[in-house]
């Protein structure tokens, strides 16, 4: 029997809709689809056959709309059919309050049973309730219960996870029931196995009885994941988003690798307390060493991570990192303790912290920023070379800084504090503690005319021990203040300033010649200036908008004698394109070069005409001075030279894939570059990357760095595929990772990291050769090996290979990283 629909068959009684929680008339009222919305006109005898049905309104598991109640009308006159109403809205999880009000919908071949009491579904049948569907060859659905039974060949589907089977009793709403003889697939992780039974506990927790759990795809019914978790039972809870297993055996390659009483694994990227992957090392120094971390998620703001390690050469220590954030601040805090080191023979520690905070109240915005680093001994940056990059630096600051902005004004106070950790055989001078510094600055915005003001006061407590820098502690304050008009236009500008800067020392100790104060005032004129010539141009085959920026930069300050003043925070700038069109060879307050020259530059670009992106860069500059320069650090000789050196540049990024950067310092004098730099890298596609870099100091030091990471497989011609960046590019390839970094000068590796990762699909196994410098003649080595089981965890022997990749490796991407979050819609039934 069918019904007639414009010449075409339909089965009868397919569809069915329950509306909760409403109770439901004895016969329900017609609601239709916009397929059957077509047949207006069509046989009553159609219409009787779809009287007692309902069709969902708009998109299933959305908003539904009530169904509208049809137009009285006589019997010779068909029924009209009511409004329908859509939503364009695919709601990535239903809210809690709207669940109880979704309709259930069912259909299938045959459909008989007790309005609004049971329903008995036979033949390709379907329920649907929200983001849950269950198919089966039978469906028994009781309303009251609001329980559906399903038999022969079941599927579930539940917000794009999946369970199959043969039996499912299931109360649909609470999502409670149990499933016997289960394969499942978490939608997440891709993660997938078998049960016997699983119970539902609520819509967000499960127990699985007898399981397996793996993420590696079987090639054949006949094969063995390369790894599989056999757990006497799995807890699921998708609300936490976190899996635990109990009385488990981790299977690898078919053979048993690690009984496993109790762990737990993510079922997403989200955050989860418990026990991290363990690591174990071998070296000569710490002995055999095993690390546990556990890691607690304290709040969705907060979370810290504990580290007890023991060395059985050096002793046992404990670590922690404390992380938080909140709406005006955040930050995080990391302490080690190490109660007895036999290496030392005495107790070891850190602590670092770092804090930042921004409040607005009526009188402006305050700011708060915090950074503590301190060890417990000047041997602690070498013999700790896994800790943080910040702690293994002989100079260690406490540094706080209280801001203060409203308007046009701004106010700093900070104290700063050094930790010199001194080496006999390369012993440093230490920088001057800050204790305090207070400065204040006005810079108003609205000036007439097109000006350009501000206004800098600055006092400052400079403190170190005078036996290592040899000169007397001081208050030094100053004031800056200046002025600039400028004028600026499509085809150029050219900017005037005019700064005046006026400085007073007080000393703790009498100077050389027994003065105690010593001040200095000096004026410093500037013009900058510069064109933009524009014009079309084709260069192998491309079309580009190449310019031509001639610039010029003059300056001139007066000579004060400066030579008796002490040096509290003042070095030589860097030579190069950043420092060439400045005021001051010096950074810092206390010298201010008496220079009297003139800086001409000339670059040119090419331009890409429709985005803008920069193809190609090219520029020279060079300084003329008119005169000598006397002032000078202390040790330094008088700039006399009336040519500087010549400054060139270049940079291509001609495609996406490649680049090339440099820079060199040229003496015209001698025909030799004092200084270069050349760096260029290749970067064709995900997991293929090149990097080069060439460094000369003359007379100092000369390297050569290279960086890679790159498929092996690439040697015999196997490409692999295009999955994109955090998939990797298909399973059984191999890849070489490394950094080489050389140096000419001494003839010797300086760094080397060397390593190589296959992708086994669903694991990555890492191994990784490295040796770091860690002083002027000494270098820390270690082999690090690791695998790493997907979606379930890491197992490491020494430190992480994969954070060293990530550390040393320019341009180094993670094989498998979550770019995005999986919808439940990429699964959709």
């Not at 107790?347 to 921004?358: E, F, P, V």
């Not at 440099?662 to 570059?673: A, C, E, F, I, L």
Request: glycine fraction near 8%.
């Amino acid at each position: 029997m069918g019904c007639c629909h414009g010449g075409v068959a339909f089965p009868v009684a397919a569809f069915v809709s329950f509306p909760l929680p409403l109770p439901a008339p004895r016969c329900k009222p017609l609601s239709v689809q916009p397929l059957v919305r077509l047949a207006q006109a069509r046989a009553q005898a159609c219409a009787l056959a779809l009287a007692c049905c309902a069709v969902p309104p708009g998109a299933p598991a959305q908003e539904p709309a009530p169904p509208t109640p049809l137009t009285p009308s006589t019997p010779s006159t068909a029924p009209v059919p009511p409004d329908l109403r859509t939503t364009p809205r695919l709601q990535e999880k239903i809210p809690q309050a709207l669940q109880p009000q979704l309709p259930v919908f069912v259909q299938g071949d045959r459909i008989s049973g007790q309005t609004d009491l049971h329903t008995l579904v036979e033949g390709d049948a379907a329920l649907r309730r929200g983001d849950t569907v269950i198919r089966a060859d039978q469906l028994d659905y009781r309303r009251p219960e609001d329980l559906a039974r399903a038999r022969g060949r079941v599927r579930l589907n539940r917000a794009g996870n999946l369970y199959e089977g043969q039996t499912l009793q299931l109360q649909v709403e609470t999502f409670q029931g149990f499933f016997d003889d289960v394969r499942y697939r978490f939608l997440a992780t891709q993660a997938h196995g078998t049960a016997t039974r699983v119970d539902f506990l609520d819509r967000d927790r499960s127990v699985v009885h007898n399981a397996t759990y793996t993420t590696c795809e079987r090639r054949d019914l006949a094969s063995q994941p390369d790894w599989l978790l056999r757990a006497a039972t799995l807890h699921i809870d998708d609300a936490q988003q976190v899996g635990s297993a109990d009385d488990a055996v981790l299977e690898f390659k078919g053979w048993p690798l690690l009984p496993i009483p109790h762990i737990s694994f993510p079922l997403s990227d989200k955050r989860k307390s418990g026990l991290l992957p363990p690591t174990v090392g071998l070296d000569r120094r710490d002995g055999l060493s095993y690390s546990q971390p556990y890691y607690w998620n304290i709040a969705p703001n907060r979370d810290a991570t504990l580290n007890a390690a023991l060395m059985t050469e050096r002793g046992a220590s404990l670590g922690l990192e404390w992380r938080y954030l909140e709406p005006s601040y955040q930050g995080q805090i990391n302490t080690d303790l190490m109660p007895y080191d036999r290496l030392r023979q005495r107790s070891r520690w850190s602590l670092s912290g770092q804090h930042q905070g921004r409040w607005d109240t009526g009188i402006g915005a305050l700011g708060l920023s915090l950074g503590l680093y301190r060890v417990s001994d000047d041997n602690y940056w070498r013999d700790f070379s896994r800790v943080a990059t910040s702690l293994r630096q002989r100079l260690l600051p406490a540094d706080a800084v209280l801001s203060w902005a409203r308007n046009d004004m701004s106010a700093t106070l900070r104290t700063l504090q050094w930790q010199t950790l001194q080496d006999v055989t390369a012993p440093i001078v230490p920088p001057y503690d800050r204790m305090p510094q207070l400065q204040w600055r006005y810079a108003p915005t609205r000036l007439g005319g097109g000006l350009d003001a501000s206004l800098e006061l600055d006092a400052t407590r400079f403190e170190a021990a005078r036996a290592l820098t040899g000169q007397p502690n001081a208050n030094r304050s100053y004031a800056l203040a200046q002025i600039s008009r400028p004028f600026l236009a499509p085809q150029g500008f050219i900017t005037p300033r005019l700064q005046w800067h006026a400085t007073r020392y007080q000393f703790d100790a009498p100077l050389v010649d027994g003065a105690r104060t010593a001040s200095r005032a000096l004026p410093t004129f500037s013009l900058d200036s510069g064109l933009v010539f524009e014009r079309g141009a084709a260069y192998l085959g491309r079309n580009f908008l190449q310019t031509l920026e001639p610039r010029a930069f003059y300056t001139y300050t007066p000579y004060r004698d400066q030579s008796r003043l002490p040096v509290y925070d003042t070095a030589a700038n860097d030579f190069n394109f950043a420092t060439v069109y400045t005021e001051n060879a010096f950074g810092g307050n206390d010298r201010l070069a008496d220079n009297h020259l003139l800086t001409l530059g000339l670059s040119t670009r090419l331009l890409a005409p429709d985005t803008g992106a920069e193809a190609a860069r090219l520029g020279i500059a060079q300084r003329l001075r008119f005169s000598d320069q006397k002032v000078t650090l202390p040790g330094d000789p008088q700039v006399s030279e009336r040519l500087s050196d010549l400054l060139l540049g270049a940079g291509i990024s001609w495609t996406p894939g490649w680049g090339l950067d440099s820079t060199v310092q040229y003496n015209p004098k001698t025909r030799r570059s004092i200084r270069t730099t050349l760096g260029a890298h290749y970067s064709p596609g995900s997991y293929r990357t090149v990097s080069a870099a060439y460094r000369l100091q003359r007379g100092t030091s000369e390297q050569i760095d290279v960086g890679w990471q790159w498929p092996l497989n690439d040697l015999w011609g196997d490409k692999g595929l295009n999955l994109g960046p955090g998939r990797g590019q298909g399973g059984g390839r191999w890849y070489s990772v490394g950094r080489l970094n050389y140096s000419l000068h001494d003839r010797r590796l300086v760094d080397t990291v060397a390593g190589l990762e296959y992708d086994g699909c669903c694991w990555i196994g890492r191994v990784l050769i490295e040796r770091l410098q860690s002083g002027l003649t000494s270098a820390n080595a270690r082999l690090l090996f690791q695998i790493e089981f997907l979606g379930l965890s890491r197992l490491s022997l020494g430190a992480s290979p994969l954070d060293s990749f990530k550390q040393n490796v320019p341009g180094y991407r993670n094989l498998r990283e979550q770019m995005t979050t999986p919808s439940r819609f990429s699964n959709y039934d």
